[in-house]
C-alpha cells in the first residue's frame, strides 16, 4: 500500500532559527497536504498543493510539491514559539477516491525561547 | 459556532465495557471520517462515509462500527474495549481532500 515517510520525527531548535520537515511518498501523488496540530489540539488544515513543482507561501511558511509529486517540504523561517506543535503531510494516491489520505508520521517541533 | 464536534472529550472506562463516540458537523460536507491518533502521534484512517454510505473501511477490528444516520452524523461504537483501544479519536469531515477535524476524543481504557 501508499506510505508516506516524514522527517524529522522530531525538531528542537532555539527561536529564530529556521526549520524544514520533509515529506515522501512511495507513490505519485495526485496532491498533499500539510497540517499542524498544536499540543493537546487537533490537525488544522495549512495548504494543498496540486501542481508538479508548486511553491506556495503563507508568511513565513514555504511549501514545495515536488517535480515527480512524490515528495513535498515545509520550511518554517525564523521560528516563533507560537510555531509549536505537530507537523503532518498527507497524501492521497492517483486514482484513489477522495478522501482516502496517508498521513506521514508527523515533525514534533519545540521551540526554545 | 464548532464546525466538527464530537462528544465526548474523555472517556475513561474498564475493559471489556462497549463505548460510543459522537461527531457532528455543520458544513455541509457529504464526506466523514474516523481517525485514530495513537501515542507516537500516528494519524491513521479508520472509516469514511459518504452520504450515509460506507466508502473507506481500513484493517480495523469488528469491535468498532460505525453508524451514520445522516450525513451530518457519523458515530462510533467500540465492543468489548481492551487496553490497546487507548487513544485519541479523531472525527472529521470534508468536501474532496481538505479535512475539518474536531477536537478529539481521549478514550483511556483501564
Known amino acids: 500500500g501508499q506510505q508516506v515517510m516524514q522527517i524529522p520525527q522530531y525538531q528542537h531548535v532555539q527561536e529564530g532559527e529556521d526549520f524544514t520537515t520533509y515529506c515522501n511518498s512511495s507513490t505519485t501523488l495526485s496532491n498533499i497536504q500539510w497540517y499542524k496540530q498544536r499540543p493537546g489540539g487537533h490537525p488544522v488544515f495549512l495548504i494543498q498543493l496540486v501542481k508538479s513543482g508548486e511553491v506556495k507561501k503563507q508568511k513565513r511558511l514555504t511549501f514545495q510539491f515536488g517535480e515527480a509529486k512524490k515528495n513535498s517540504s515545509l520550511h518554517i523561517t525564523a521560528t516563533q514559539t507560537t510555531d509549536v506543535g505537530t507537523y503532518f503531510c498527507a497524501g492521497r494516491r492517483g486514482g484513489t477516491s477522495y478522501g482516502k489520505l496517508t498521513f506521514g508520521q508527523g515533525t514534533i517541533l519545540t521551540v526554545h525561547p | 459556532d464548532t464546525a466538527v464536534s464530537q462528544t465526548p472529550k474523555y472517556l475513561v472506562t474498564q475493559m471489556g465495557n462497549d463505548k460510543s463516540i459522537k461527531c457532528e458537523q455543520n458544513l455541509g460536507h457529504d464526506t466523514m471520517y474516523w481517525y485514530k491518533q495513537d501515542s507516537k502521534k500516528f494519524l491513521k484512517i479508520m472509516f469514511s462515509?459518504?452520504?450515509?454510505?460506507?466508502?473507506i473501511n481500513e484493517t480495523v477490528p469488528n469491535r468498532f462500527s460505525p453508524k451514520s444516520p445522516d450525513k451530518a452524523h457519523l458515530n462510533l461504537h467500540i465492543n468489548s474495549l481492551e487496553l490497546g483501544d487507548s487513544a485519541v479519536y479523531f472525527c472529521?469531515?470534508?468536501?474532496?481532500?481538505?479535512?475539518?477535524f474536531g477536537a478529539g476524543t481521549r478514550l483511556s481504557v483501564l
Open positions: 462515509y459518504n452520504n450515509k454510505e460506507l466508502i
Open positions: 472529521a469531515s470534508s468536501r474532496g481532500d481538505i479535512q475539518y
